[in-house]
């Protein structure tokens, strides 16, 4: 029919003429798929691989040459001003 929309019997109508094998498969892969999903959350929010990750990152960081370079001249900073406190005391 032109200009025909689908209305709640019309529905209806397609549920009830679905066959019960095919809505427990759709069913199954529904929750093998939500199962998946629900397996890759708990991973992702796992709080001992979210301290790997950041350790990881800050690690290769650190390792950069300009970073390198200015921690080590920080530490030598550091180094001469213990020296010259302790040598003052």
């Known amino acids: 029919m032109p200009g025909h929309t689908a209305d709640a019997a019309d529905t209806e109508d397609t549920v ?21 999903t629900v397996d890759t959350l708990a991973e992702r929010a796992n709080p001992r691989r979210i301290a790997d990750d950041v350790k990881a990152g800050l ?7 300009a970073v390198a370079f200015s921690l080590a001249g920080l530490g030598a900073v550091v180094a001469v001003l213990v020296v010259r406190k302790i040598r003052r005391r």
């Open 59 to 65: 690690i290769r960081f650190v390792k950069k040459p």
């Open 16 to 36: 009830a003429d679905r066959d019960p094998d095919t809505i427990k498969q759709e069913i199954d892969q529904a929750r093998d798929e939500l199962a998946s």
